[in-house]
């Protein structure tokens, strides 16, 4: 039951992220989406989509190896 809800957890970031994607080629392509009013609104949202979701997906994974002792010392977290 846990590693279902760990993955629904990361999907919802992951589903976000290919939105974000979707966005910003919509707008390279020039086709408006209903609720956006200006393509550089649209790209604005798809660019934040993207970076928040990547950017969960890649906090989850490096505090997982963090804990697992898997990381390079640059990455450690340092002892106060």
């Known amino acids: 039951m846990q590693r279902l809800i760990a993955f629904i957890i990361l999907l919802i970031p992951g589903v976000m992220a290919a939105g974000g994607i979707k ?3 919509d707008t390279l392509f020039g086709k408006l989406i ?6 550089s609104v649209q ?14 997906f890649a906090g989850f994974l490096l505090r ?17």
Do not use: E, H, M, Y
């Open 64 to 80: 997982r190896d963090r804990k697992n002792g898997k990381i390079q010392p640059k990455f450690a977290q340092r002892k106060k």
């Open 34 to 39: 209903s609720p956006f009013p200006f393509l």
């Open 43 to 56: 790209l604005l949202v798809g660019t934040v989509f993207i970076v928040l979701g990547l950017g969960f």
């Open 23 to 25: 966005l910003v080629r």
